[in-house]
């Protein structure tokens, strides 16, 4: 698979809220850090399952994917997520994603999140 294919998979693994589909993903060692109002580094596979897990009651309703930028094994996405919480609260936020592969898994990932204010 390409750089491409595999990320775009990531994405709607996230877009569907199907883990088990990015683990398969993700390196056993993959490094995600999330850069927002603050700052939260997940390493390994197990760390990044736990916390999706902890994110099960929120559900993704809707995304866009505004731009996808590839080179070699790396690659940027960015958008626009609209979340709902199982209490109801919407949770909306612009992002961006850089993406780094190795073995056709995703080994690095670094997010940018910023929460839309209405």
């Known amino acids: 698979m390409t750089t491409k294919e595999i990320v775009l998979q990531v994405i709607y693994a996230f877009d569907n809220n199907d883990v088990d589909k ?5 390196a056993d ?3 995600w850090t999330m850069k927002g109002s603050s700052l939260t580094i997940i390493n390994g596979k197990d ?8 994110m099960q009651e929120i559900k993704i309703v809707s995304s866009t ?9 790396k690659a940027a996405v960015d958008g626009f997520i609209q979340c709902k919480s199982q ?19 995703v080994k690095i990932v670094t997010s940018y999140i ?3 204010k209405e």
């Open 65 to 73: 994917h505004d731009h996808i930028i590839v080179d070699g094994n």
């Open 22 to 26: 990015i683990l398969k993903l993700f």
């Open 47 to 54: 760390e990044v399952e736990k916390f999706l897990g902890g």
């Open 29 to 31: 060692d993959v490094i």
């Open 87 to 105: 209490s109801g609260e919407e949770i909306n936020m612009h992002y961006a994603d850089f993406y780094e592969l190795e073995n056709d898994q």
């Open 114 to 116: 910023v929460d839309k």
